[in-house]
């Protein structure tokens, strides 16, 4: 795969709303925005991980804030490409590659907003093989990237640069100015070269969305949907019933909350409860946790294989959960102790 | 007046705090660091407003915050070089020129701690003419000098650039950043030419500051200070009384509140309530307005002369308060609507 083209968009953002684990942000949003960006400046070229020049300066772009408050607040083109924009000026070095710091609905799509406007190759891969709700919890913070300077831009044209002294720093400042901004921007960090990106970022993720998108499409005419992908992640399909109860909150710029699943078939008479902060964190199966955060615990529609995002979930959805393996290096001491059960405030053992 | 020495900052710090009509920080908490900040580095020049060339870099440097907060924290000399510095590297041109925004206590002197630590020459000159409690209520305002690019640097290190669309939201948007940092920042901002700041300033204010300080100084041996001060302002004694009660939160990374004081001598049986946002903004006698924002209202001792902030004022405080003037830029219609009483929220007539 060399190029993505208006025709992938639908896959990629399917299966980045998969890998989203409930969050990054409603996959529909982003998808508008990547049709429009590519409909004005064409296909946007995909370059492999281990092609990537030494001294590349790679530049992601992402979603900031609460994806209940983007679904309202549409950005727009040029706000994505000014974060690169500003970013680049800065550090005084402009952007030669586009990255995607997560799989997400919204945030696997951005990265394709920022590179078709900008006229630059978007790199196959992200930064975390999945979707997190905090700035600091990417892979590229495990071998000392830092997150700042970090570019903020909203729909107004104000943005700001934070330069902190470290990646906890860069997530409070960037967050409060976010939340100032209205709940949702874009931010480019994470500046990095292209061997920093090649010892860091997840590879393939962006051609394995549009695959997961495709399987999910392909399934629908016959066996599960859910199987398919949870075969493609190394996975399992843990848990199938009926949404009875969501709560939910609007809080410090995040969605957080808990769903109530009631068993269905084979697991009537259970009940499976998932505590999210925009993303799906604990599964617990009758009290007992049966995954957890960095794994990908996936909330599928049952009968279209379609990823229900965590501000999407409500009553009455029929629900396949999934459960698959994080990026190894996730499941590291540094890796835990950064996106692990107790990162979220969690006692559970791993 | 070709330099600012060690030995005028009592008198600027003293004299300043008048003009900050109960605002811009405890004088104190400036003076330490200007003292520590001229023995290591030495006298500053202090450059004329017409003696300016057209192309001067001028950039001003502030404290941001609640001064309550500011006498618990103290900031670092260093903390207040770098925000000129990041300023100057964010707009590629290093200053030239220091300039003072704002007469009041800690920020008539953090401008002197930045032009000793870069090395640079003070303008004799504010942009205010007195204290204002939001960012935007500066005379460059008016003529279309904008606030951003804004540095905002803490004690820890951490920096922030805010680049916004106008000044309203750089205030917005830096206030947040202010009080995420700790309710108590640097900020460089208001970047101007020479020309600009010929145009916009108000000329002589650090002069004025030290003759005001000197002053209270000399005239505790005789005539009360209180007149002494009033005359150099073109101002008259409105009241001598005691506080009999004070009224003070800090609120969204302001000090607000209400002070009473019931009047002594020729004033008993009348009593004076001046409303408070960091600086005093509206003096009622007898429930009846007396003096009123952008007019300088300054509470000094009874007995020294020596301003009281609004940090500072308490039950028992024996005062004399004066009134005074407002810079004729002030009262304006434009002036007005950016600093007068309605611009805080009350429906006086002016």
């Given at each position: 795969m060399r190029e993505l083209t208006a025709d992938d968009l639908g896959d990629l953002a399917r299966g980045a709303a998969i890998l989203g684990t409930g969050g990054g942000g409603d996959p529909y949003i982003g998808r508008l925005l990547a049709q429009a960006a590519l409909d004005k400046y064409g296909p946007v070229p995909l370059t492999a991980l281990d092609e990537l020049p030494d001294d590349a300066e790679v530049l992601p772009v992402a979603m900031m804030g609460a994806p209940t408050v983007a679904l309202e607040k549409l950005p727009s083109i040029e706000q994505v490409g000014n974060a690169v924009r500003a970013l680049g000026e800065y550090r005084g070095k402009a952007a030669t590659h586009i990255a995607c710091i997560e799989a997400g609905g919204i945030n696997s799509l951005t990265p394709v907003v920022a590179a078709a406007q900008l006229g630059l190759p978007l790199i196959d891969a992200d930064g975390m093989g999945r979707a997190f709700p905090?700035?600091?919890?990417?892979?590229?913070t495990l071998i000392?990237?830092?997150?700042?300077p970090t570019s903020i831009t909203d729909e107004k044209g104000n943005h700001q640069i934070v330069a902190a002294i470290d990646n906890h720093w860069a997530e409070r400042l960037a967050r409060s100015a976010t939340v100032d901004m209205g709940c949702s921007t874009m931010v480019s960090l994470y500046g990095m070269t292209g061997s920093e990106a090649r010892a860091s970022l997840v590879d393939g993720t962006v051609s394995l969305c549009v695959e997961l998108g495709r399987l999910v499409t392909s399934a629908r005419n016959g066996t599960a949907p859910a199987d398919a992908v949870a075969a493609r992640l190394d996975g399992r399909r843990v848990f199938d019933g009926k949404v009875v109860d969501v709560a939910r909150r609007t809080e410090q710029g995040f969605a957080r909350g808990e769903a109530i699943i009631e068993g269905l078939d084979?697991?009537?008479?259970s009940r499976l409860t998932i505590a999210f902060q925009n993303e799906n964190l604990i599964a617990r199966r009758d009290g007992v946790a049966v995954a957890t955060v960095p794994d990908l615990i996936c909330v599928l529609d049952r009968d279209t294989g379609e990823a229900i995002t965590t501000e999407t979930l409500r009553y009455g959805h029929r629900v396949t959960v999934l459960v698959a393996p994080a990026d190894?290096?996730?499941?590291t001491s540094d890796g835990l102790a950064l996106a692990g059960p107790q990162a979220f405030g969690y006692e559970l053992e791993q």
């Open positions: 905090e700035l600091q919890m990417v892979l590229p000392g990237v830092q997150a700042t084979h697991d009537a008479q190894p290096r996730w499941h």
